[in-house]
């Protein structure tokens, strides 16, 4: 995970530790060099102080955060042709360099996803939603199409996923369910208005919920059981269109199915093979 994916997911930062991590940021290239009273010194502060803000971000210490800090720089070095996650083409581009640029935009919204990924958090959800009797994924506009072919993967190993669509349908799923199964909330921004009362309602039935939007889009901490977070460069609003949230929104949930699957894959393999003549049944040998 990048330094500046640590910052996005620090809890509970006070306002001097956010001081120095917005020094470190704007220095970056020289942060390897420094010592630690140096920084200390440039930012006003103590060196204890440096050393809280680094244990809050989960460093272990000064030295550690600065090998991170290398690692970013010789990353983002490598990586100098970025792409632009909200206009990744331009008027004058012909299909070859638009497919070339939207290949990169795929490639960096995984990437950068993959580097928030906490893996204990995944393993932990994935265990939840396969011992769901059922799950339900709260969602609206385009977000849609990655619920639905969440729930087309889980129906091949026998899991029923729900995709309510609308006012009416989300909230009667929500009085419909029961402590037993697991719902997912998928909203980039975590600012979608159909959020607030539906987890509202989860909560009280005791229903876990897995959120999954940008870093810093779980606006209600309080309800939610997991958050999880994905790539968080693109523009809510200035944009052609939700390339990058889209697809690092499918990458998550198809690691999500990974690990599902692979927690009974003896009996999930043995459930395709024997379904697969009724679901399919064209005359493949022919």
Avoid: W
Avoid at 33 to 61: D, Y
Avoid at 66 to 92: C, G, H
Avoid at 170 to 181: F, H, K, M, Y
């Amino acid at each position: 995970m990048t330094f500046e994916n640590m910052m996005e997911l620090a809890e509970r930062i006070t306002p001097v530790e956010a001081e120095i991590g917005a020094f470190i940021l704007k220095n970056k290239e020289h942060i390897p060099e420094m010592s630690i009273l140096e920084l200390a010194q440039r930012t006003n502060v103590s060196k204890s102080a440096v050393h809280r803000f680094c244990k809050r971000i989960g460093f272990h210490g000064f030295n550690e955060l600065k090998v991170a800090i290398s690692t970013d720089l010789a990353e983002s070095r490598f990586n100098i042709a970025l792409i632009d996650v909200n206009y990744p083409f331009e008027a004058q581009d012909g299909p070859q360099l638009i497919a070339k640029k939207l290949s990169k935009l795929y490639e960096t919204a995984i990437e950068d996803t993959y580097n928030y990924l906490d893996f204990v958090q995944v393993q932990q959800v994935a265990r939840l939603l396969n011992d769901a009797k059922a799950i339900d994924i709260y969602t609206h506009a385009h977000n849609m199409n990655v619920a639905e072919n969440f729930q087309d993967k889980m129906l091949t190993i026998g899991k029923i996923v729900n995709c309510p669509k609308g006012f009416y349908n989300q909230r009667a799923t929500v009085l419909a369910s029961t402590p037993d199964q697991a719902a997912i909330i998928l909203s980039y921004s975590g600012r979608a208005t159909f959020i607030e009362p539906i987890v509202q309602v989860l909560f009280r039935k005791k229903i876990p919920i897995i959120l999954i939007g940008k870093a810093g889009s779980n606006r209600y901490p309080q309800y939610i059981t997991h958050a999880l977070s994905i790539s968080s460069k693109e523009n809510l609003r200035d944009r052609i269109s939700q390339f990058s949230s889209h697809i690092a929104m499918q990458y998550m949930l198809d690691v999500i199915f990974g690990c599902i699957y692979n927690m009974g894959r003896e009996k999930n393999i043995a459930y395709l093979n024997a379904s697969i003549d009724f679901m399919d049944d064209r005359k493949v040998d022919e």
